[in-house]
């Protein structure tokens, strides 16, 4: 599938939490000055889509409904190729960190996602945050430093009366590997931001 897009260049491509501090915080600022731009590149890469009209005439305008149609767009740019040998490898350097007892739970992936899925699923994450943040402005990005901790080193959502942060991210990150599996609909990426808002106003 065509479409107009350019891929998402970090500052650095060390993984989040092999950072530093100064890296992490160096890389939290680039991220959020990185979020407009994004944005509009998601827009365009979007409406660049062919034969669909809802795709065609998409608005990032950070609205649920837009959800509705990014879900189905992403659902059809969602891309895999076989774990190349340097992955194995960096793989496996990784599970000696780990004690024994639980590496059985970190079997080697099937797949993984090629560069571009990559690019989107960040894209999508700032886009699905910035959506939230419409919805309760009281709630910002922020690094997250605790170390040991599955967002260590991440911009997540903090603010929120009812829950101690978000990561939109991960939730894409998630909401693709369902895909992939078929174990979900592309209507998720909606509900994610329904399921915030409901443990923000209900609980």
Not at 57 to 66: C, Q
Not at 86 to 104: A, D, G, M, V
Not at 170 to 185: D, E, S, T, Y
Request: hydrophobic share 35%; with cysteine.
């Amino acid at each position: 599938m065509y479409m107009q897009y350019k891929l998402i260049q970090p500052p650095s491509m060390k993984p989040v939490h092999e950072m530093n501090p100064k890296e992490a915080d160096i890389y939290f600022r680039w991220y959020l000055d990185q979020i407009p731009e994004r944005l509009t590149r998601l827009q365009r890469a979007v409406r660049s889509t062919e034969g669909d009209a809802q795709f065609q005439g998409w608005e990032a305008n950070l609205t649920p409904d837009s959800l509705l149609v990014l879900g189905k767009w992403f659902a059809g740019n969602i891309y895999t190729a076989p774990p190349s040998e340097e992955f194995k490898r960096k793989r496996l350097e990784s599970l000696e960190k780990i004690p024994e007892k639980y590496r059985s739970i970190f079997s080697m992936p099937e797949f993984v996602f090629v560069d571009l899925t990559y690019s989107l699923i960040c894209d999508l994450g700032m886009y699905l945050g910035e959506t939230i943040r419409k919805r309760f402005p009281y709630v910002e990005w922020q690094l997250w430093t605790k170390k040991r901790y599955v967002y260590s080193n991440k911009p997540v959502l903090v603010g929120f009366k009812n829950r101690v942060e978000y990561d939109p991210e991960n939730g894409i990150h998630v909401f693709a590997l369902k895909l992939i599996k078929k174990q979900c609909q592309p209507i998720l990426l909606r509900e994610l931001f329904d399921n915030c808002v409901y443990m923000e106003t209900e609980w």
